[in-house]
């Protein structure tokens, strides 16, 4: 069966520093990935997907990034946070564009 | 602007009364639909899904209407249990292309 797993679980940065969530999905292969952000008030925002290795798309213009360096790993980064960087982040996979999704954990980021 | 909403932020029900959540779509385009269940730092989980070509899907004690003409669908618990307290996030999508959107989301309170 499938799995998908992201880490850390929680962090504090302080403003101005660097982020680097990980996202990893087993047991399928080319599998859709996305980050997705729960902000207060805004439910679940999503930030990018990628089809395949290297493809990246991009939803809402900010200061993170995401890559895609193999096929069932995701990462999304920041070179600096910012407070409203402040935030649960979601990673998913599906097996196709439009398809239901499945979650990991979540991450919790507070930037202080 | 806001493609799928979920108008009611909150909703507080009985135990073993009917819950309905409501959520209402805007693209025409939008042939697949979705309610996912959330717990406060988890990721949210898949409950039910219906596509297009039809009006109502059941599992259990889930039920999801759909009204095209409307651009319309709500989600039926029946009976109502505390364990249901939760987020239910409603999600739309055109399976040709787009990743799924999701309203903003709306707090179940069973009370026993």
């Not at chain 1, 200061?63 to 096929?71: C, F, M």
């Not at chain 2, 932020?9 to 009985?14: A, D």
Request: glycine share 8%.
């Amino acid at each position: 069966s499938q799995t998908i797993h992201q880490w850390p679980a929680t962090l504090v940065q302080p403003v101005g520093s660097p982020l680097s969530l990980e996202c990893t999905v087993e047991g399928t292969s080319n599998p859709n990935l996305y980050w997705y952000r729960q902000a207060a008030g805004r439910g679940l925002q999503l930030l990018f997907y990628s089809v395949g290795i290297g493809q990246i798309s991009s939803e809402v213009p900010q200061n993170l990034s995401a890559s895609r360096p193999q096929d069932r790993q995701f990462i999304l980064s920041s070179k600096k946070l910012l407070l409203s960087d402040s935030g649960f982040y979601l990673c998913a996979w599906n097996g196709g564009i439009g398809n239901t999704i499945y979650f990991g954990e979540g991450s919790w980021l507070t930037v202080v | 602007d806001q493609q799928v909403k979920q108008n009611s932020p909150s909703l507080s029900v009985q135990e073993g009364r009917i819950s309905i959540l409501n959520c209402d779509y805007t693209n025409s385009m939008f042939d697949y639909f979705l309610w996912y269940k959330k717990y406060p730092a988890e990721g949210p989980t898949f409950l039910i899904s219906i596509s297009s070509i039809k009006d109502k899907n059941e599992d259990g004690r889930f039920t999801v209407f759909l009204n095209k003409s409307a651009k319309h669908l709500s989600l039926h618990i029946v009976p109502s249990q505390p364990g249901d307290s939760a987020v239910y996030f409603c999600a739309a999508s055109n399976q040709a292309g787009t990743a799924l959107i999701f309203g903003k989301g709306t707090t179940l309170s069973v009370s026993s």
